[in-house]
């Protein structure tokens, strides 16, 4: 699990958007291409 990963929690995300979630889960699940998602 990555630093980022570690220091969200639950609280915060339900206090998102759904737009800002989304974007916070992307750039935690493909960090190297600042959220992008890539399938190798």
């Known amino acids: ?3 980022t ?3 969200v ?3 915060q995300v339900a ?3 759904d737009g800002e979630a989304r974007a916070l ?3 935690i699940r493909w960090p ?3 959220g992008t998602a890539v399938c190798p």
Request: aromatic content about 6%; hydrophobic content about 35%.
């Open 32 to 34: 190297n291409t600042k």
């Open 15 to 17: 206090r998102m958007t």
């Open 25 to 27: 889960f992307r750039q």
């Open 5 to 7: 990963a570690r220091t």
């Open 1 to 3: 699990m990555s630093a």
């Open 9 to 11: 929690s639950l609280k």
